[in-house]
C-alpha cells in the first residue's frame, strides 16, 4: 500500500504528521550528516510503497525540475514486480520539500543521508537522474554502507554545462506573468504561450508546467525554488572533486539519442565506480524512464538479478 508523508520534522521536532511506525526512533537530537561543519539537511517530502520484503529497498532520486511523482508509475510496477519497498523523494527546492538557498549535491546528498535511515531504508538500492543522478553518486562516494548498489540515470560525474539549457528554462521561467483571476489549466495555457518563444519544445515545456501551482493567496507561482536554483545553477551543473571510490556494484544507464554521457567520461566514471556497468538504452533521450519505460524498468531488474 501507498504510505505517504509530506515531510519528515524529526532534525528539529517541529510538528508533522507522525514518523513510520515500526521504523525505530527519530533523529532528534541526531548528529547533521557529513559532521557537524556539513550541510543541515532539510526535512524532505516522499512517497514510500511499502512491503514486508526485507531486501534492501529502490530509492529514486528524480532530476533538476522534476518531482517524486516522476517515478509514481515506474515505482508501483517496479514494488509489483520485484516485491521490494520502494521511495520517492523531493529533492530541496522541488516538489513540496522545503526551499533552501543551498542546492549544493553535497547538501542534497545530506538530506537523503538523513532520510534513509529515520525510515529504516538503509542500505539501499538508490536509482537517481540527473540531478538525482549527481546526488546519488555523492552519497555512495561519501557513505557507501547506506547504499548496496547505485544505479545512475543518464548522468556522469563530469560536469554537464556542455549538452544542457537548464538555466535558459529557468529564465523562461522567472518571466512568466499570470493573472490571478484563472483557474489552473487556463493559467497553464498562458503560461505555455509565454514559454513558447523560449523554449520550442512543447515536451519541455508541459514538463516545466508541471511545477505551476495556484498558492492560498491566489497568486499562482513555480514548485521549484526558481531564485534559488539561478543562483546555483553552476553548483548544479558542476560535480564535487572526489578521491573516494564506491566499490560497490553499479549501473549508468547513458540514452542512446542523449549527450549527457560520453564515451571520454568512461575512465572517470570507472576511477570512482570501479565495478560500474554502462549501458545504452536504445531510442531514449535524456528522460530514459520517460522515453522507454519498460526498456528502463527491464535495466534495473536485470541489475538487482
Not at 78 to 86: A, D, N, S, Y
Given at each position: ?83 521490494r519497498k ?116 512543447s515536451t ?75 549501458l545504452s ?25
Amino acid at each position: 500500500m501507498w504510505r505517504w508523508s509530506r515531510a519528515w520534522r524529526g532534525l528539529w521536532g517541529v510538528a508533522c504528521k507522525p514518523p513510520l511506525p515500526s521504523r525505530g526512533p527519530g533523529l532528534r537530537g541526531a548528529p547533521a550528516a557529513h559532521g557537524s561543519s556539513g550541510p543541515r539537511p532539510v526535512p524532505l517530502s516522499y512517497k514510500l510503497l511499502d512491503s514486508e520484503d526485507s531486501r534492501p529497498p529502490l530509492v529514486f532520486l528524480h532530476g533538476l525540475f522534476g518531482s517524486k511523482t516522476n517515478f509514481q508509475t515506474i515505482g508501483k510496477t517496479l514494488q509489483q514486480q520485484t516485491g521490494r519497498k520502494v521511495l520517492m523523494v523531493d529533492a530541496r527546492n522541488h516538489g513540496e520539500s522545503p526551499h533552501s538557498p543551498d542546492s549544493s549535491y553535497e547538501a542534497m546528498s545530506a538530506d537523503v543521508e538523513a532520510l534513509l535511515p529515520h525510515l529504516g531504508l538503509a542500505p539501499c538500492v538508490l536509482i537517481g537522474h540527473s540531478m538525482g543522478g549527481k546526488t546519488a553518486m555523492i552519497l555512495a562516494l561519501q557513505r557507501p554502507e547506506l547504499v548496496e548498489r547505485l544505479i545512475s540515470v543518464d548522468i556522469s560525474p563530469l560536469p554537464t554545462t556542455a549538452v544542457s539549457d537548464f538555466s535558459s528554462y529557468l529564465v523562461a521561467m522567472k518571466s512568466v506573468q499570470i493573472p490571478e483571476e484563472l483557474s489552473l489549466s487556463q493559467a497553464r495555457k498562458v503560461a505555455d504561450q509565454q514559454l513558447s518563444p523560449l523554449i520550442k519544445d512543447s515536451t519541455i515545456r508541459q514538463f516545466l508546467l508541471t511545477n505551476l501551482v495556484k498558492a492560498s493567496s491566489g497568486q499562482f507561482k513555480w514548485r521549484v525554488n526558481v531564485e534559488a536554483l539561478i543562483h546555483q545553477m553552476d553548483k548544479i551543473f558542476d560535480f564535487p572533486q572526489l578521491q573516494k571510490s564506491y566499490p560497490g556494484p553499479t549501473l549508468f544507464l547513458r540514452g542512446a539519442k542523449s549527450k549527457f554521457i560520453q564515451p571520454d567520461h568512461f575512465s572517470e566514471i570507472k576511477r570512482l565506480f570501479p565495478q560500474a556497468q554502462i549501458l545504452s538504452v536504445a531510442g531514449a533521450g535524456h528522460w530514459i524512464h520517460a522515453d522507454q519505460p519498460q526498456d528502463f524498468m527491464t535495466s534495473v531488474k536485470h541489475f538487482l538479478a
